[in-house]
């Protein structure tokens, strides 16, 4: 581990003990230079902004492509990198330590397992083998500053139980997780009770839509980390897709409009 990768773990771990940061997720290198333009102390990856870009599905990217993924986010900026390390592209936790491992090699300063399985016939994982999942993660990761994320995928899998997603959650955070996330959580009821359940591990909360809550409304709640998955994403390409559309049936260039200067763009990039 370079000097370099240690100081940005030790700032990212930092910046889970107080207040409530925003860690927004660039798809590719130019967005995630752009966000750091913009002030953000720390970014992450996300699994499915990256696919998209790709031409692929969300998960549907293989472990090696993902990894060299992380080395070029990495050297992208001067930022810590959370990874969207996905289910940890293994079906055992002995090869999830071992894929964890591989991508810590990386330079990242933290990274997330969920519990899905990839099979829309269960598709979440039981809670006995997830633990030994995180459990396994957390062998790689204790021996040095990285943050490990524990994330439950009840919600977003069309089971929004909230004691199980709370239990599991705990679990997790017994297990060896820094901080827990369960995409999908919608009301303040779900958010605060998620948080007082894991107190005073941090918790992640994702936004994925406008007209949610605001950052200071997620902080007076007890959320630590705000992030945005593959929202930045989802805006670029319905903006890309909107003026393409335009021009294929109207055949008017309506939807260039707003667009950014090739000199700002070089500029920024510069």
Not at 119 to 130: F, K, L, N, Q, S
Not at 226 to 244: D, H, I, K, Q, T
């Amino acid at each position: 581990m370079t000097l370099n990768t240690e100081n940005l773990r030790g700032r990212f771990r930092e910046m889970h003990q107080h207040g409530c940061f925003v860690i927004p997720n660039p798809w590719d290198v130019g967005s995630a230079k752009t966000l750091a333009h913009l002030g953000f102390k720390a970014i992450a990856t996300t699994s499915a902004g990256y696919a998209w870009s790709q031409g692929q599905s969300d998960t549907q990217l293989n472990l090696s492509t993902v990894l060299e993924h992380l080395r070029q986010m990495v050297k992208a900026t001067h930022l810590p990198v959370n990874a969207d390390f996905e289910s940890g592209f293994a079906v055992g936790a002995d090869q999830v330590n071992k894929n964890v491992a591989l991508a810590l090699e990386t330079g990242i300063s933290g990274l997330s397992i969920d519990d899905s399985t990839g099979d829309r016939h269960r598709p979440i994982r039981d809670i006995g083998d997830a633990v030994d999942r995180i459990q396994a993660a957390y062998a790689a990761t204790s021996t040095t500053k990285a943050i490990l994320v524990g994330r439950a995928d009840n919600f977003i899998y069309g089971n929004p139980d909230l004691d199980d997603t709370i239990a599991r959650l705990t679990a997790y955070s017994k297990a060896g997780a820094d901080c827990l996330y369960a995409p999908g959580l919608q009301t303040r009821d779900q958010i605060m009770a998620v948080v007082e359940a894991v107190a005073p591990k941090p918790v992640n909360i994702v936004i994925g839509s406008a007209g949610n809550f605001d950052v200071q409304e997620l902080a007076e709640m007890g959320v630590r980390r705000v992030s945005l998955g593959g929202s930045l994403a989802r805006v670029a390409m319905g903006s890309f897709l909107e003026a393409s559309r335009i021009l294929a049936e109207q055949g008017k260039f309506d939807g260039l409009a707003g667009a950014m200067s090739g000199s700002e763009l070089n500029k920024l990039f510069a």
